[in-house]
């Protein structure tokens, strides 16, 4: 199994401030993904990094990658309220199946 | 394009009812996968299929069944409905070829057990 491991468990930060979730995971891994949940909804595949990079950038979303400490980070800047959701990381090893940790409930008050 | 689909949206069962939730893809996706979500947890694989008249069990097979129906379809099956089985249940799908595990989401089918 693959699980990623989601820390803080919830995060509750002001409109405009930075957000950071961390990841860790046990295996080796071809990529590592975040999910956004939003409340009563599926999951939104947000931003992949694959084990050969160690940062990746999409818009507000800046993600990087220690695969010597199996370990990745989330973090979405300059955040706003509609970023209020629950953050999901799975690290994938091809031909296996993702397994999703408990997620970070993260909580952008305006 | 409407992705992953899922019915229904909500259900309210009696203990010892049975009931079929469906998924449809029309990514032409091999894989498809059914999760539940318990309130504040992360999901939770129940059964997958990695390609069309496969099905293999996942992290809590027990109580649910599963038909491939063809390469857009995946249903999952609750032969005898218990409370333990009030869930959220999420449908997924990916393509194995992408090579990036990538995978997209239905909507969810909340079900109540009493």
């Known amino acids: 199994s693959q699980q990623g491991e989601e820390d803080p468990q919830a995060l509750s930060i002001q409109e405009g401030e930075n957000a950071t979730m961390n990841c860790s995971y046990k295996?080796?891994?071809?990529?590592l993904q975040w999910y956004r949940q939003n409340s009563g909804r599926g999951l939104v595949h947000l931003i992949l990094?694959?084990?050969?990079?160690r940062e990746k950038h999409s818009g507000r979303l800046r993600v990087t990658l220690d695969t010597s400490k199996k370990s990745s980070s989330l973090l979405i800047t300059a955040s706003r309220a509609a970023d209020t959701a629950s953050y999901f990381c799975?690290?994938?090893?091809?031909?296996?199946?993702?397994?999703f940790g408990q997620g970070t409930e993260l909580s952008v008050k305006p | 394009n409407a992705g992953v689909t899922q019915t229904p949206k909500f259900q309210v069962l009696k203990t010892g009812q049975s009931m079929t939730l469906q998924c449809a893809q029309d990514?032409?996706?091999?894989?498809m996968y059914w999760y539940r979500q318990d309130p504040g947890m992360g999901l939770r694989l129940i059964y997958y299929?990695?390609?069309?008249?496969?099905?293999d069990k996942g992290e809590v097979p027990n109580g649910y069944n599963v038909s491939r129906l063809n390469k857009r379809e995946f249903s999952l099956r609750l032969e005898s409905a218990a409370p333990s089985q009030t869930s959220v249940y999420f449908c997924?799908?990916?393509?194995?070829?992408?090579?990036?595990?990538?995978?997209?989401f239905g909507p969810g089918t909340r079900l109540t057990v009493t």
């Open positions: 295996t080796s891994i071809n990529n």
């Open positions: 990094i694959r084990s050969n990079e």
């Open positions: 799975a690290p994938y090893n091809q031909g296996g199946k993702l397994i």
């Open positions: 299929s990695a390609s069309e008249g496969t099905t």
């Open positions: 990514m032409n996706h091999n894989s």
């Open positions: 997924a799908s990916s393509d194995p070829g992408q090579g990036s595990g990538e995978q997209y």
